[in-house]
């Protein structure tokens, strides 16, 4: 994949049909990013979505190397994280954890909220801890 120095903003839309494989090669060929938004964060959850994802499936039949691999969430330049369209299910909560305790640039988190569950969603990721120092709130849009 060829690096996309110049590339700022990213949008993506997530599909529960489709899987995250390309995300961790993507993010570390944009060594600038700095806006990443995510159109929903409910995916397929597949072995290969790799470091940049959460989610983990129900194979115990595998047997896992366990490794210290760098994340490219940890590398990652991201300073602004929007999520769109946040329904505030077990998998995007975990999501949600990977992204906060991994993005160590971030400053910004923007999250939409269904208005439904607000105080609810509001509450259960302001206990989230944060990885970045110059990351102190989570606003809701």
């Keep these: 994949m060829p690096v996309f120095k110049n590339l700022l903003n990213l949008s993506i839309e997530s599909n529960k049909k489709k899987g995250w494989q390309v995300m961790p090669l993507l993010l570390k060929s944009c ?3 700095h806006t990443l938004v995510f159109m929903g964060l409910v995916h397929r959850v597949t072995d ?3 470091d940049a994802c959460a989610c983990t499936p129900n194979n115990k039949h595998k047997k896992k190397k366990k ?3 760098i994340s490219c969430l940890w590398t990652c330049q991201v300073k602004v994280l929007e999520i769109v369209e946040y329904g505030g299910s077990f998998q995007e909560l975990k999501q949600m954890r990977h992204f906060l305790g991994k993005l160590e640039c971030l400053e910004t988190v923007r999250v939409a909220i269904d208005a ?6 509001r509450a259960n990721l302001l206990s989230l801890p944060i990885v970045s120092s110059n990351c102190n709130n ?3 849009i």
């Design 116 to 121: 439904d569950n607000s105080m609810f969603l």
């Design 138 to 140: 989570i606003h809701f």
């Design 31 to 33: 060594p600038n990013l």
């Design 48 to 50: 290969k979505c790799g």
């Design 67 to 69: 490794s210290k691999v």
